[in-house]
Nanobody
Framework: QVQLGESGGGLVQTGGSLRLSCAAS????????MGWYRQAPGKQRELVAA???????NYADPVKGRFTISRDNAKNSVFLQMNSLKPEDTAVYYC?????????????????WGQGTQVTVSS
């Protein structure tokens, strides 16, 4: 029901910045929470930042003060501005969207994942 297109990853030096973008498309009623997760090699996927439909924001402790999440409801998009990047931020970053959609006459909720975008921070 929801397709996610991500962009903005790449290679950057320590202290540099990147901006990730994710746009949702498809057939859905509304989008609730939007967020970013990351997964480094050999580690579990972890939450980086999330923003709800009423703009409540949550950050993982390692990125507080360096990353900023925002959303554009008119464009069904979420962004992650990453500043002061560190080598430990190196990971594949995934967009996650919690959307409501109709299945027949039923309004359901479900989460969708983007394909992931690689962020590499060199020391």
């Amino acid at each position: 029901q929801v397709q996610l297109g991500e962009s903005g990853g790449g290679l950057v030096q320590t202290g540099g910045s990147l901006r990730l973008s994710c746009a949702a498309s498809g057939s859905f009623h509304s989008i609730q929470a939007m967020g970013w997760y990351r997964q480094a090699p050999g580690k579990q996927r972890e939450l980086v930042a999330a923003i709800t439909s009423d703009d409540t924001i949550n950050y993982a402790d390692p990125v507080k003060g360096r990353f900023t999440i925002s959303r554009d409801n008119a464009k069904n998009s979420v962004f992650l501005q990453m500043n002061s990047l560190k080598p430990e931020d190196t990971a594949v970053y995934y967009c996650n969207v919690d959307a409501r959609y109709y299945s027949g006459s039923f309004l359901l909720s479900g989460a969708s994942w983007g394909q992931g975008t690689q962020v590499t921070v060199s020391s």
